[in-house]
């Protein structure tokens, strides 16, 4: 076993659960490298301190740049705002530091292009913090479709939905100024992966965006305009030829956490939510019709990663369980010394996604994802 030193950016609510992570995987997963937090960065001298203390880092600054620089720290988490991410990596790039990126990778797909090709010139391990991907009932879906369990995927829908903008009193915040920051740059990345790891690349596609509520409260009780999306979809299709449809909301009343996906295949079909995420629901065209319809898998030790957190089945995995996958996975990569799946350029191909149901919505018609 050997240690291995970790510098986060960032302590918001992505920083501590990074920081959890880091101090739970070693122990969860037996990792051959052993992550030692060395180093925490916040906005501020006090708050990285206090934070520090809390989290359990050796020492903390406002600086970002020190955690990068600072030779006890071989590995970068960027837990901060995506404006950010850009600048960071390529300065850990440039260090030939390992790098954790947080999703998205950047305000732009030129961010992206520039992150990714920097990474893989100087073959830095690299990697997009994508953790729904990481649920032990979605890696058993997608072991389940490349067995063939399903045959041929023919339809896949795929929806991240919240609500927590649908109260119109709801106040304004960064959340509501900027495009960036809007559903498509903030919930639509994570299926957009999810439908990219199940079913495919994809191709082309044809998008509407809306914005439900165009002004909100703000701090000083006046009316203030809302500049970005409050939901979005399109159709779309697959590299395969698959059909599909995507949709991301944080108005959609009543959804929590409404990361939902339903695959259908020429011998069966896969559905699963995770506000249920420790099921997976799957039918196979199986025995007589009369005996037919889906059954719901609870999941347990013969699924991926489950069996480190738990030894009965149906007793769950929850979200920081998530990023301790990440973590290992993490681990994993710069041991092995290549980068992980998701990439720096799978995260990439998210944000051309992104950028062309933009394109689509203002030419209002069928675009190429490029």
Request: with cysteine; proline share 4%; hydrophobic share 40%.
């Amino acid at each position: 076993m050997t240690d291995i030193g970790i510098g986060i950016i960032g302590t918001g609510y992505m920083g501590k659960l990074h920081s959890v992570a880091m101090q739970s995987v070693a122990s969860v997963f037996d990792t051959p490298l052993r992550p030692v937090c060395e180093m925490l960065c916040a906005t501020t001298e006090a708050g990285a301190a206090e934070k520090a203390r809390a989290y359990g880092f050796k020492r903390s600054t406002a600086d970002w740049r020190m955690v990068v620089d600072d030779p006890a720290v071989e590995a970068i988490v960027i837990a901060s705002p995506q404006s950010t991410h850009r600048e960071i990596a390529l300065a850990a790039i440039a260090a030939g530091k390992p790098v954790l990126c947080e999703k998205p990778m950047g305000i732009s797909v030129a961010d992206s292009q520039v992150m990714t090709d920097a990474a893989e010139a100087a073959g830095v391990v690299n990697m997009v913090g994508f953790n729904y991907i990481r649920t032990p009932a979605t890696q058993f879906a997608r072991q389940l479709i490349l067995d063939g369990v399903i045959g041929d995927i023919t339809w896949f829908r795929g929806e991240h939905t919240e609500d927590f903008y649908a109260d119109p009193n709801a106040l304004a915040s960064w959340r509501t100024r900027g495009r960036a920051n809007g559903t498509l740059g903030d919930l639509a990345s994570h299926m957009i992966n999810a439908a990219m790891a199940l079913a495919g690349s994809i191709n082309t596609l044809c998008a509407d965006v809306g914005t439900v509520q165009t002004t909100r409260p703000n701090a000083d009780g006046d009316q203030e305009e809302v500049t970005n999306d409050d939901h979005a979809h399109c159709l779309c299709r697959f590299s395969s030829g698959v059909m599909g449809h995507l949709y991301f909301s944080r108005v959609s009343t009543g959804r929590k956490m409404g990361y939902a996906y339903e695959i259908s295949g020429s011998k069966g079909a896969i559905r699963f939510d995770q506000e249920d995420q420790n099921a997976l629901w799957l039918y196979t065209m199986d025995g007589p019709e009369s005996m037919r319809g889906f059954r719901k898998i609870l999941t347990n030790t013969e699924h991926p990663d489950y069996v480190n957190f738990c030894l009965g089945p149906g007793h769950g995995t929850g979200y920081q369980d998530q990023l301790i996958i990440e973590a290992k996975d993490f681990l994993t990569a710069i041991h092995a010394g290549r980068a992980q799946w998701p990439t720096f350029r799978d995260g990439m191909h998210v944000n051309q996604v992104i950028e062309a149901m933009w394109a689509s919505y203002e030419q209002k018609g069928w675009v190429n994802v490029s």
